[in-house]
């Protein structure tokens, strides 16, 4: 079975400040690993994702993600917070191996950056 | 545009009534999925579909039933069996062909359903 942990309910951070977001997963195989953001009463919009190639993968936004394939984790992160950031962050995996493809989600992290 | 629309955005229901959830894509997307996110808690597995007239339960099925008559369209009835529907509701689309396992889903707006 596949399944994804986001450690923090909520992250906060100053606006100007680097951020982190923090995901671990498991699977079975090779994952294939994505960040969709959520603001209020909203769907939920894809930033970035990693299937294969460099560890480090950049998205929407000015967001980036690093895989880390030993420690089994896809932390998004961002070098300078804004304001405009403040959303509900969600880390989703994909396992070919689980019948219909399909992405199971984290718990989600609310992201509050503070002016 | 191309894109996925759900449909109302906000659902009232009775106590013992069954509602229906919009769901339509114009993407030429072969699998649509339904999710239900609930306060604090992230995005559960209601049905899937990869393919027209086919469709498989995810994790929490139970009280819900859907259809795929036409690729384009996905709806959701939220049935009396279920006995706490009022969450909000979000169906998204994916391409699933052999060559193409590795792409996003596609979110709608989703619907927010309270039972009154």
């Known amino acids: 079975a596949q399944s994804v942990a986001q450690p923090e309910d909520q992250v906060n951070v100053a606006e100007g400040n680097p951020l982190t977001v923090k995901c671990t997963y498991s699977?079975?195989?090779?994952?294939?690993l994505f960040w969709y953001v959520q603001y209020p009463n909203r769907g939920l919009q894809f930033l970035l994702k990693?299937?294969?190639?460099?560890?480090l993968v950049k998205g929407s936004y000015g967001f980036e993600a690093e895989f880390n394939k030993s420690q089994t984790s896809f932390h998004l992160k961002k070098p300078s917070a804004l304001v405009s950031d403040s959303a509900l962050y969600f880390c989703?995996?994909?396992?070919?191996?689980?019948?219909?493809?399909?992405?199971?989600f984290g718990g989600g992290t609310r992201l509050m950056v503070k002016p | 545009d191309g894109g996925i629309t759900q449909s109302p955005k906000y659902l009232f229901r009775k106590e013992g009534q069954n509602v229906t959830l919009s769901c339509e894509q114009n993407?030429?997307?072969?699998?649509m999925y339904w999710y239900r996110q609930d306060p604090g808690q992230g995005l559960r597995l209601i049905y899937y579909?990869?393919?027209?007239?086919?469709?498989q339960k995810g994790d929490i099925a139970e009280g819900y039933s859907v259809s795929r008559e036409k690729k384009e369209s996905f709806p959701l009835t939220v049935t009396s069996a279920q006995k706490n529907p009022t969450a909000f509701y979000l169906c998204?689309?994916?391409?699933?062909?052999?060559?193409?396992?590795?792409?996003?889903?596609?979110f709608g707006q989703g619907t927010r359903l309270t039972v009154v």
């Open positions: 998204a689309s994916r391409r699933d062909r052999e060559d193409a396992l590795n792409t996003e889903a596609f």
């Open positions: 699977v079975s195989g090779n994952p294939y």
């Open positions: 990693y299937i294969t190639g460099d560890n």
């Open positions: 989703a995996v994909r396992d070919l191996r689980n019948a219909g493809n399909m992405l199971t």
């Open positions: 993407l030429n997307h072969d699998a």
């Open positions: 579909s990869q393919i027209v007239n086919d469709f």
